[in-house]
C-alpha cells in the first residue's frame, strides 16, 4: 500500500494518518487556525487547518488518528499538505497507532531474543545477575521506547535496536582485541541507556520527564545499579565498575559523564555507541539524497553536510 | 610552645614531628637517601635524610611520629630541614598524630552542634528526615575528614567546618532573598560534599580511593540519598530535588556536574560553596603576605596572585 | 486599578499606556503599518496599527502616551494587542509618564536613604571621600536609571536598587568574613555600575551611547576616580585600590574586566554583583512560572530553563 | 635469552644494546659527561657515562651498537643502569641493529600479505589502481616504518602493522554496515598514513623530516594521490573522493585536516584509525599495571589515568 | 546613467538588469511565486513575481537578463522592487552580462599587467619559473573570478584585484623590514589563492564545486605547485617552501591551514590577506554609514558594529 | 672590541660586565653560593659564584658593574660563564651602565626626531594638541623605556624604537589605503603603549609596578587621555575617540581590550602592532639559527619553531 513518503508534489492523497504535534495558532488578521505535523510508518508532514474552532483542538489533538484527504504541494523547499477533507477515525475502521509510527525493522521480541544470546558469553556472575535483574525490571518499556527523542533510532524499540546493533559491533571488536572484558563490554552496552525509560516520557510523541531534565539518564542507572546490588545482596568491585561504565558513556564531562572513561572498556563502549548512532543517522540522510549530491546539514554531526558519491 | 612555623631559616629545632610523606632515592652517584615531609599542626617541612639503609624506610614510613633535632636553612625560596638526629618516638612519650594535624578552630562537636540548629529553620518532613539519616549514618566519618586534599579546608575536621560556613552565609542569603526555600538550601549544604567520606581516604595523609577516582563523590551521594529514601520509605519530588543540588553543586558539566543548577537554590549552592572555598584559600595566602605585597600564585583561583594592600 | 497584566487572551482593555518602541513597516503587498510596544507599570505588549499614514509617524513616536481600546489575542504564544481604538493622550488628562514605567518598589529617595547608611561603616578618609564626591556628582541620573537595558534591574531606578540590595549581601558577607575591608567593599559596591549613568541613554527607553558602545561603564568611572581624586587633591593607594575595584568587576577578561580581580574585596565584589543580578532575574522568570513547570529559557543565565517544585 | 626488560634493580647485565640516544653534558662543575639511552628489543633505559672524552661522542653516537657491563639501580622512580664497562661492538660478534629494536610480533612479509587479501574485495579499478600504484611505490618503507615517533606503533613496521589491524577492524564494520564502500574504506585505511615514510626519518631513531615538518604527512599524501592520477592517466571522482579520505582523516581542522570528513567512509575512517590507536596505547600501559592499580598517566588519551580491575 | 543603487524608496525604474538568483516558491494559500535578485553593476535588489506559471521559472532563470519597471518601497529595514512590468531582454537591445555585474575598479589587463611588474623584483629562477608557469595556466580564470563568493572582493575580477593590492602592501612591508624574501613573499601572495579556480564555480552567480568543498582550494594549489615542479623538472627547496606558503596561508589549523606558518614570510602572508580583506570589508561598510552612526554588523569581523567618528 | 656574544665554547674572557640578575642559593649539603646573569650589549650569561658569604649579596647586587674573568663552557645546551675573577668596578675606571645594556640601533634623540616629523602630517588640532601634550608630559621615560619586559623591544629605548617602527609601516598602510584617518592613526601609534612608562619599572631590570600589575598601561593611558583633555580644556569626540583606539589595541577581551576595536583605525593599529612586534623576535630568533634549521620555540608565537630556509 502507498504510504506519505511515496507521494510527490501535485499527487493527491487519502489516507489513515496519526497525528505527532496540534499546535494552535491565529492569523495576523486574527482568524485561528491549527497545525498538524501528520505521519505513518513512513515518514511525516506538516499541514495546516484552517479557520478552525475551540472544539477542533480537542478533535485533533496529538496521538489522535484521523482520515485525511488532500494534495501535497512545496512550501519553502519543504513538502506540505493541503487539507481538502480530514475526520477522526472511527473505532470500527480498525486503526491503531503501531500501524502508524516508524519503528525498528525487526520486532521487538527478535531483538530481545537476540540480545539475550549475549549473556552465554559472559561469565562473571556478579555482572550477569546485576545486568538480567535490570533488563527485566526494565523490559517492557526498554523494547518500547525510542533511544532518543530525534536524531538516531528515535522511533518504537528504536533503543533495544540501538542496543543490539551496539552487541554485534562490541563483540567483533572483542574478536579483534582479545584483552577486552566481555563481561564489561556487553553489560555495560546493555545497560549504559537503559535510563532512558525514566529519562523520556514513552515511546509516542516523546518528550523528556522532569526526572529527565533534572537527573539525566546517566545518573537515573547508575542508582538504580546501586540498588539492584543491593537487592541482590552483591558487593565487590563489579558494582563499581558497571556504575562507571555507565556513568562515562558520554566520554567527556561537558557531554554530560562526570569521569571520564576509566576502564579500556569504558573507552571502547563510549566509541561504539559513537559509531552506531553516526551510521544511523548517516544512513537516513544519504537515502534521501541523490548520488553526486550533499545531504541537509546534520546538527549533531557538527552541522556537517555529507557527499554521496556518484560512483559505483 | 613553639611550633615549626614559628621558626625562621638559621635557627635550631627540636621537636615531635609527624612524617606525613616519605619517599625514597638514590642520588646520581648510586647512594640511597629519603625526603621526608614532617609536620606539626602550624605547618609542615621538607627533610633529607642521606645515606639510608633498608630498615629506614619502615621506620620513617608515612603517618610514624618522630623526634628531630636539625636546623632551618633555605633551599631555592623554601625552607629546608637539616636533620642533625632523628628517632621513631616511644609509647611512653605519649605523643598522639591528632596533637600534630592542623584542624579547624573549633572542636568537632562545636561544630556539630551549630550544624543541628539548621533544622530547627527546616519544614518539609521529607528533606529533613533525608537529611538527617544520612547524616547521622556518616556522622563519625563526616566530623573528621577534610574537605579536601589539599587547596581549602584541607585539614582535620575540614568537612564540617566548611559546611557550618556555608550554613552561616546561606542563612544571611535566604534572610535577604526570602524567596529561597531554606528546606533544599541547608539540606543541599548539608549533603553536598558527605560523598567525600567515600571518595577520599581519611582525615590524615588523605588520598583518593578508587571508587572516589571511579564514581566521584557526587554520584556517591545521589546514590546514597536514592538509598535512603527507599530505606525511610519516601517517595516524592523531594528525592529528585535533593538529589539535583548534590548533583548540580559544581556548577558546570565541565566542572563534574552532569546538569547545572535548574533550581534557584541549586544556582545559590553553587555560589556559596565558591565563596566559602575561595575566602579559606585568600585568608591562607594573604596571612602569609606582607602589607603591600603580592600572594604567591594561587593555582585553584585561575592561578592569579593577590595585593594585599598597604592602607588599614 | 487594573494593568496591562491582569488582561487575558479574549478579553477587551481601555488603559492609557506608553508607547516603548514606535517602527514603520510595510506589508509585502505594499501597504504602510506600524509595530508598536505599548507598556504600563505591569509590563508591555506588542500590537499593530494596520494602514498607517505618514503623519501617524510622529503621533505615535516612543515615548508617547495614547489612549488604547482592544482586544488581547494569541500571536505564536506570546500575547498580542488587537487595537481598535487609538488617540495621543490629551494634557488635561494628566497622566505622567513615570505612572506608566515600571519601577523600583522603594521610592529612589528611601533607597538613597539606606545607601547613605553604609558610610558611617567607613573608616578610610580617602575612600569614603572619592565615594561621596562621585556620587554627588551623578546623583541625580544614579537614582534614576536602570542597571541594564534588559535582562535584569532594567527599570527605573533599577541602578540604585541594586546598589542597595548589593551593600545588604556586602554587610552580611563582611560580618562573617570580618577580614574583609569594609571601606573597598562598600565603595567598591557603591561606585561598580555609576559609570552606566554615561553608557546609558536614560531611564526611558534605553539604549547604549556612543561613548558606552566605544569606552564602556568600566573605563568611564575608573576616568571618574582619576579625576576625582585630582580634583580632592587625593593621592595614595586608595586611588588605585578604588579604580582596581570597579576595573575588575566584571571578573575575567572575555566579560570585559581588563584585569582579572587581585584583591580579596574585588574577588567578592564580583560574587555579590552576580547574586544579586541572578536573584533578581530567577524571582523575575520564576514568578511567571506554575509550580511544576520550568521557566523559560534565561539566555543571560547561559539560556537555561529552572524548575519550579510543586513541593511548599 | 635474557633481556633488558627482564632485569630487576640491583641485578648486574652484561648486554649488547643499541644506543637510541647520546647526548653531551657538562656537571656543574664542569667536567664532560653523555646520556646514551641505551635498548634491546624489550625496551630501553638511561645511562650516564662519566668523565668522558672528545672522541667517546663518536664512538657512542646514536644508532651504534654496545656491549655493556653494569648494574640496574632506581632514579627517582625510574630504572637506571649505572655503565661499569662499554666498548662497541666488534664486527665479527654479528649482531645487527635489527636484533635490538622492537618491532612487530609478524613479519613485514606476513603482514603485506594479509593486507593484499583486502584488494580481492575491492572492486572500482581506478582505486584499487591507484592503492596498488602508492603502496608499491613506497613499500620498501611502508613495511619498516613505525606508524609514529612514540605513543602507539612506533616500532619497526608499526606503520603496517596498524594498518592491517585497521583492515581487520574496517572490514567488521563494513560487515555490520553494508552500506559501507569498501572500495573507499579499505583504500582509505592502506593510504592514509603512508605519507608518514616521507614525515618521519626511517624506522630507527626516528624524528620529522624538515619536509614532514613543513608539509606534514596528510598533504604530502594528497598529492601522491594527485600525482598517482596523472602517471595512471586516471580520471574521475575516485581521486578527489581518495584525496579526500586522506585529506580528513584526523577528523577536525584543529587536528590536522584541513577538511572535516564528507564521506560516510571518511568519518568511519576517522574513528577506526583512533580505535586502533587507543588500543595499543591501552594494552601497552595495562600491561605494565597490577591489578587493582591505575596505569601511569597516558598523554594523548587526554593524560587520563585508567584503571585494571581486580575482577577477572 | 542612473543606476539602481541611486534610486530611493518611492521612485520608478525602468532599468535592464541581471537575474543573480531566482527561487520558486508557494504561498501558504497555494498560489506560486517567484522571488528574484536582480542586480546591475550597482547593487542588488529583491523582488516579487506573483502568481507565475511553470514556464516563467525557464524564462527568468538565474543569470538571465530582463527589462523591468517597477517601484521601490522598504520592507523590513529593507528596499525591496514592487516589480510592475518584466520581460526578458532581447538579443537586439545588445546587453551583456558584464555590463550589469560589478566587477573591479580597474581592468583586469591593467591588473595583470601590474601584477607582471612583480616578477622583476624576483630573483629565485625556481620560485619564479614555478609562479609563471602556474598563472599561466590558469591565467583566464584567476582574471575574472571573485576572490570569494561574498564578504570581500566578491566580484568579476576581484581575486586579481585582491592579489595586485597585497602585493603592493607585500612590497611597502618588504620595503620596511628588509630580512623578507621578496622571492618567496610576492610567489605566495601571487598563488595562495589561485585555488580559488578550482574552488568556486565561475565569475557569475558563484558557488562552492564539489571539488571545493571537499578538498578546498588550499589543498587543490598545493597539488599543483607539486605537479608544476614536475612538469618543469625543478627539484630542491623551492618547491616545498612555496607549498608551506601556500598551505599555512590560513594562519591557524581551525581556519583550515593544516600546518600554521613557520617561515618569516608566511606569518607575513597571513596578515597581508587579512589586512587587505578587512580593508575591503570595513570600507563597503562604512561607505553605507553617516559619520556619527554604527555600521551593520559584520560577520567575518567577529560580528562586529564599526562607528564612522563625526570628525573630519 | 670583542663581545660577550663574540666568545665560543671553551675561550677565556677578562671584561666588564652589568649584573643583570643576582640570586643567593643554597647546595643540597649546605653550602651558599650566587647565580648570577651578567649582560653587555652583545647578550647576557648565567654564571655561579661558589662558597659565597654574606657579603657578596651586597657587592655582587642587581644593577652592580663587575670586572670578571673566567671561561665558557656548555651547560646543557646553553652556554654559562665559569668565574675565576671577579671584583667590583672602580670609579675611575669610568664604565657607566649605559655602555653594558643593549638598546635601540639609532639613538634616542634620532628617534625622536623621526617621530615628531609625523606631526606634520596630522590636521586635527584636537588630536595633534593631546598627543603632543602627553609625549611632553613623559618624555623622558618614553625615551628610554623598552617596549616590554622581555619577547620584543626589551631593551633601552625600545619603546620609542617600536613606536617609530610602527608609524613607518602606518605610514605604508594610509598610502595604500587612503580611507584611513592619518590623525587617529599616528596618534594611536604615539601613544598606544606610553601607559608603559608608568606600567614598567624602568629601562633596566625592568619589573611591573604595582599599579601595572592592578591597572595595566591600557587603562593607566586612558586615564591621561582624559585627563589630559581636561587641562586641555578639550572637549569633542576626538578625546573619546583616542581613547578608544588605546583601549582596543590588544584587539580582544582576552589580550587584555575591554571593547574590540570599533574604528577602522583602532582595527589596523592592533595589527601594525602585531607586525612589528612579531618581526622583531622573529629577527632575533632567526639570526640565531643557521640556514636549513629550526628556531627555538618562541613562546609567544603560540610557541612556534620556525624555519630558516637553505636558499638563497
Same mark, same amino acid.
Given at each position: 500500500? *502507498?504510504?506519505?513518503a511515496?507521494?510527490?508534489?501535485?499527487?493527491?492523497?487519502?489516507l489513515y494518518?496519526? #497525528?505527532?504535534?496540534?499546535?494552535?495558532g &491565529?492569523?495576523?488578521?486574527?482568524?485561528?487556525?491549527?497545525?498538524?505535523?501528520l505521519?505513518d510508518?513512513?515518514?511525516? #508532514?506538516?499541514? *495546516?487547518l484552517w479557520?478552525t474552532?475551540e472544539?477542533?483542538?480537542?478533535?485533533?489533538?496529538?496521538?489522535?488518528?484521523?482520515?485525511?484527504?488532500?494534495?501535497?504541494?512545496d512550501?519553502?523547499?519543504?513538502?506540505?499538505?493541503?487539507?481538502?477533507?480530514?475526520?477522526?477515525?472511527?473505532?470500527?475502521e480498525?486503526?491503531?497507532?503501531?500501524?502508524? &509510527? /516508524?519503528?525498528? @525493522?525487526?520486532?521487538?521480541?527478535? %531483538?530481545?531474543?537476540?540480545?539475550?544470546?549475549?549473556f552465554f @558469553?559472559m561469565k562473571?556472575p556478579?555482572?550477569?545477575?546485576i545486568?538480567?535483574?535490570? %533488563?527485566?525490571?526494565?523490559?517492557?518499556?526498554f523494547?518500547t521506547? /525510542?533511544?532518543?527523542?530525534?536524531?538516531?533510532?528515535?522511533?518504537?524499540?528504536?533503543l533495544?535496536?540501538? &542496543?543490539?546493533?551496539?552487541?554485534?559491533?562490541?563483540?567483533?571488536?572483542?574478536d579483534?582485541?582479545?584483552?577486552?572484558?566481555?563481561?564489561?563490554?556487553?553489560?555495560?552496552?546493555i545497560?549504559?541507556d537503559?535510563?532512558?525509560?525514566? @529519562?523520556?516520557?514513552?515511546?509516542?510523541?516523546?518528550?523528556?520527564?522532569?526526572?529527565?531534565?533534572?537527573?539525566?539518564?546517566?545518573?537515573?542507572?547508575?542508582?538504580?545499579?546501586?540498588k539492584?546490588?543491593?537487592?541482590?545482596?552483591?558487593?565487590?568491585?563489579?558494582?563499581?565498575?558497571l556504575?562507571?561504565?555507565?556513568?562515562?558513556?558520554?566520554?567527556?564531562e @561537558?557531554?554530560?559523564?562526570?569521569?571520564?572513561p576509566?576502564?579500556?572498556?569504558?573507552?571502547?563502549?563510549?566509541?561504539?555507541?559513537? #559509531?552506531?548512532?553516526?551510521?544511523?543517522?548517516?544512513?537516513?540522510?544519504?537515502?534521501?539524497?541523490? /548520488?553526486g549530491?550533499?545531504?541537509?546539514?546534520?546538527? /549533531?554531526l557538527?552541522?556537517?553536510?555529507?557527499?554521496?558519491?556518484? #560512483?559505483?
Amino acid at each position: 500500500m *502507498k504510504k506519505l513518503a511515496d507521494y510527490k508534489v501535485g499527487e493527491s492523497i487519502d489516507l489513515y494518518l496519526l #497525528i505527532k504535534q496540534s499546535i494552535k495558532g &491565529v492569523t495576523q488578521q486574527g482568524s485561528s487556525f491549527m497545525t498538524l505535523v501528520l505521519q505513518d510508518k513512513s515518514g511525516d #508532514i506538516e499541514a *495546516k487547518l484552517w479557520d478552525t474552532k475551540e472544539e477542533h483542538a480537542l478533535l485533533y489533538a496529538a496521538a489522535s488518528i484521523v482520515k485525511v484527504g488532500g494534495e501535497l504541494h512545496d512550501y519553502r523547499g519543504k513538502n506540505q499538505l493541503r487539507i481538502k477533507t480530514i475526520r477522526p477515525v472511527k473505532e470500527d475502521e480498525g486503526i491503531s497507532i503501531s500501524e502508524l &509510527v /516508524p519503528s525498528a @525493522e525487526k520486532s521487538k521480541e527478535v %531483538l530481545l531474543e537476540e540480545l539475550m544470546q549475549y549473556f552465554f @558469553e559472559m561469565k562473571n556472575p556478579h555482572i550477569q545477575r546485576i545486568t538480567r535483574h535490570l %533488563l527485566k525490571k526494565h523490559q517492557s518499556a526498554f523494547m518500547t521506547y /525510542p533511544a532518543a527523542t530525534k536524531n538516531h533510532h528515535d522511533y518504537v524499540s528504536g533503543l533495544i535496536d540501538h &542496543v543490539v546493533s551496539m552487541l554485534k559491533l562490541g563483540k567483533a571488536l572483542a574478536d579483534l582485541y582479545p584483552s577486552l572484558n566481555k563481561d564489561l563490554l556487553y553489560a555495560g552496552i546493555i545497560l549504559h541507556d537503559v535510563g532512558k525509560v525514566v @529519562e523520556l516520557s514513552g515511546p509516542i510523541a516523546t518528550q523528556y520527564t522532569i526526572e529527565g531534565n533534572l537527573l539525566g539518564h546517566i545518573t537515573i542507572m547508575v542508582n538504580e545499579i546501586s540498588k539492584a546490588a543491593d537487592e541482590l545482596e552483591i558487593a565487590g568491585e563489579e558494582v563499581m565498575l558497571l556504575q562507571h561504565m555507565v556513568l562515562s558513556h558520554h566520554g567527556k564531562e @561537558e557531554w554530560g559523564s562526570p569521569k571520564r572513561p576509566m576502564l579500556k572498556e569504558a573507552e571502547i563502549l563510549h566509541y561504539i555507541d559513537n #559509531i552506531d548512532a553516526k551510521m544511523n543517522m548517516l544512513d537516513r540522510a544519504l537515502g534521501k539524497t541523490e /548520488p553526486g549530491e550533499f545531504t541537509e546539514r546534520i546538527f /549533531p554531526l557538527d552541522n556537517r553536510s555529507f557527499y554521496k558519491p556518484g #560512483i559505483e
